[in-house]
């Protein structure tokens, strides 16, 4: 039975989404932490299931105690609901699928289906405190289509450079396959400009972003690129709370696996965003060669580690917190200033 509609501490609505349709789970908490989750219901993800999920919760609401949706981001599918939720001023939080996992880890469900999604997401939303998601200003969502499809192309290019190279020594290529290789080749080549400007069109209808991006580039190592990726991955930094959260996005937080006299090496979790730490790797090496204040960060971490991969890595989480930092407080780049992170 569920209690009292007076004392209930806040409503949450577990959403487990699937491309064509989603499942729903409504919940609640009281004064006393008792949680309470109803049957979970299926809409169809378009418009039409959005609006019947809002009526469907409207007649289960019964008191006006804080409504919280809670959805998983699983690849793009979530993205039209949660956009949605966001123009009709509901608090929502959009959770990374490691976080919902480990958060099943801890519970004693074992079965998995999408009833049960649903209700997972539920309880957590009821137990723990979770961040509002604040949906990206139009500007930061086209910078991350663009970035992500330039991003791509240059994989692409770069594939294709290996693989015409390969082909060209090969014996007796075919020189109907070469002509065929190297079109391809320059229509990747025409479609990273076509990309390029569309990137400076952006920024130039843009002006405060392109100033932001303006205190990044200013610091030696970090180019456009580099820094389009990091605001665009980011949401212009706002996916996070602080430096730890932000270095843990990017999978760039340190994991020790310790257990009585079982000691493994230090890693990083590489569990974060990928194209944040693929971003980072060439500016890191750049740094090193015209940032002095790098190369000294360095040279003092390889005097305690010969391996000289750890010491990049911690190059690079330090370029992402110090672009982090002059983003946060709106500076430029100050070389005799005192170092912002450590």
Known sequence: MPPPSSTLLKYVVG?????????????????????CAGKPATFANDLQGFTALLHWVAARR??????????EATGVYYEELAYFLADHQQHLSVL?????????????????????????LCRLGLERALPVWVPPTPALRRLRIL????QILTQQGARLKTRLHAYEHSYQPE??????????????????????????????????????LALLTSIPGIGLTTAVVLVAETAGFSLTENERQLASYAGLDVVQRQSGTSARATTISRRGNVRL??????????????????????????????????GVIAVMRKLLLL??????RDQPYDASYAQVVS
């Open 96 to 120: 990374l699928p490691n976080k919902v996992k480990h958060f099943a880890q801890s519970t004693e469900q074992k079965s998995k289906t999408d009833q049960l999604d649903a209700r997972l």
């Open 323 to 328: 672009c982090y930092a002059l983003w946060k």
């Open 277 to 310: 730490r693929t971003a980072l790797y060439l500016p890191a090496i750049s740094g090193l060669r015209c940032n002095p204040q790098l190369r000294v960060f360095y040279a003092r971490l390889r005097a305690r580690q010969p391996n000289g991969k750890p």
């Open 175 to 212: 020189e109907r396959t070469l002509v065929r290789l190297a079109t391809q080749q320059r229509l990747i080549q025409q479609q990273l400009h076509d990309v390029d400007a569309d990137i400076a069109a952006l920024l130039a209808a843009e002006p405060e972003l392109q100033r932001k």
């Open 147 to 150: 970035e992500r499809e330039r």
């Open 15 to 35: 959403i487990d989404i699937a491309k064509d349709s989603f499942v729903a789970c409504f919940g609640s908490l009281d004064a006393d932490q008792r949680v």
């Open 62 to 71: 019964a008191s006006t105690a804080p409504l919280w949706f809670v959805v």
